[in-house]
């Protein structure tokens, strides 16, 4: 599916329409490696290897697409530092700080609401 660019149309922000741009943000943003990414991120910035190392199971691979993915959206700035080798980090940009806002939301509600969840589960398995 290709979206249409945005010409500030209230269309364009319409989650129901299958060809949003807001629908497309909406879908890179909304899913755990990226949700994961801000978290660690948080207010700090991190080289490659201590996002990996700080977010147990993303391979190498995840992670670097959803770093080029959150850079692309203006959510994550990256920086190169002209050494050998190269030395790569990673900040939230203010959008990306924005989102953390609710990231952070969405984490709470989970510790919240863990036991109940899990209840649920087990009751809805059996």
């Known amino acids: ?24 943000i909406f879908s890179d943003v909304a899913n755990k490696w990226a949700f994961l990414i801000i978290e ?45 080798p190269p030395r790569v980090e990673y900040t939230l940009t203010e959008p990306g700080q924005g989102l953390r806002a609710t990231v952070d939301g969405m984490c709470d509600w989970t510790r919240t609401h863990l036991g109940h969840i899990e209840t649920a589960r087990r009751r809805f398995d059996a």
Not at 11 to 24: I, P, Q
Not at 59 to 68: A, D, F, G, I, V
């Open 40 to 84: 660690t991120l948080g207010g700090r910035t991190l080289r490659f290897s201590e996002l990996r190392d700080g977010i147990e199971g993303i391979s190498h691979k995840m992670l670097t697409q959803n770093l080029r993915m959150l850079e692309r959206n203006g959510l994550v700035e990256r920086t190169v530092h002209p050494t050998v």
């Open 1 to 24: 599916m290709v979206t249409k660019q945005f010409r500030g149309s209230p269309d364009d922000a319409d989650l129901g329409r299958a060809d949003s741009l807001a629908r497309e």
